[in-house]
């Protein structure tokens, strides 16, 4: 059944290093745990006030960040991991290290459809194929204009932190916060949220992995 994916494009954080966003939980809460995923959520402060939710995801895969970023510019691939996603389009840079991704989500009534717009900003370990960062938040891009038909997800940050965990495997924290949408009561918006981002990861870790 197709539900809220606000989650799909979800992606952020604001920590003071790589290794924090990946080990320190902070105040963060685990609400959420299966077959290898964590979940944590907390809210926090919002630019347009109130507060909004920063979510993160943490598995280890045996994999690399250059995977990582193959599959999140896999155009064709991008609808198998994304949770509801009706459209995936990426814009690549040119330099293998920056992209856009535009993401439309198919979601039924009373919500409504719902789409992002991303830039991707990629920085690597030179030294270590497993450690490194891929930034996220909301653009503009004319190819992708806002319409009236679509509503659009906006204020999106997040960030992927990788870690070397040896013996090939690599430790993966999701880290992504966006503005509220304040037509979804919380008592709606909070499994719905979790479920489809759980989802989301655990098919995302299970693609890394295949051969």
């Not at 690599?170 to 979790?194: C, F």
Request: glycine share 8%; charged share 20%; net charge positive.
């Amino acid at each position: 059944m197709k539900r809220l994916q606000i989650i799909g494009c979800l992606l952020v954080m604001l920590a003071q290093s790589s290794n924090a966003g990946i080990t320190g939980e902070g105040e963060f809460k685990l609400v959420k745990q299966d077959d290898g995923v964590s979940l944590y959520e907390r809210w926090i402060p919002g630019a347009e006030g109130g507060n909004i939710r920063e979510v993160k995801a943490v598995f280890s895969v045996r994999s690399d960040v250059e995977s990582v970023i193959k599959l999140l510019t896999d155009q064709a691939k991008g609808k198998q991991w994304n949770t509801n996603a009706e459209k995936y389009n990426v814009v690549q840079s040119g330099n293998h290290t920056s992209w856009v991704t535009y993401t439309r989500y198919s979601i039924p009534w009373p919500f409504g459809d719902q789409d992002c717009c991303l830039s991707y900003t990629v920085s690597k370990d030179a030294a270590n194929p497993r450690a490194g960062t891929i930034s996220f938040e909301s653009t503009l891009h004319n190819q992708f204009p806002v319409t009236t038909s679509v509503t659009r997800i906006t204020g999106t940050k997040g960030k992927w932190y990788f870690e070397d965990a040896q013996n090939g495997n690599m430790r993966v924290a999701y880290i992504i916060s966006t503005n509220r949408s304040k037509k979804v009561p919380r008592w709606i918006a909070d499994p719905i949220v979790r479920n489809n981002l759980f989802s989301t990861m655990t098919t995302f870790r299970n693609m890394l992995e295949k051969p």
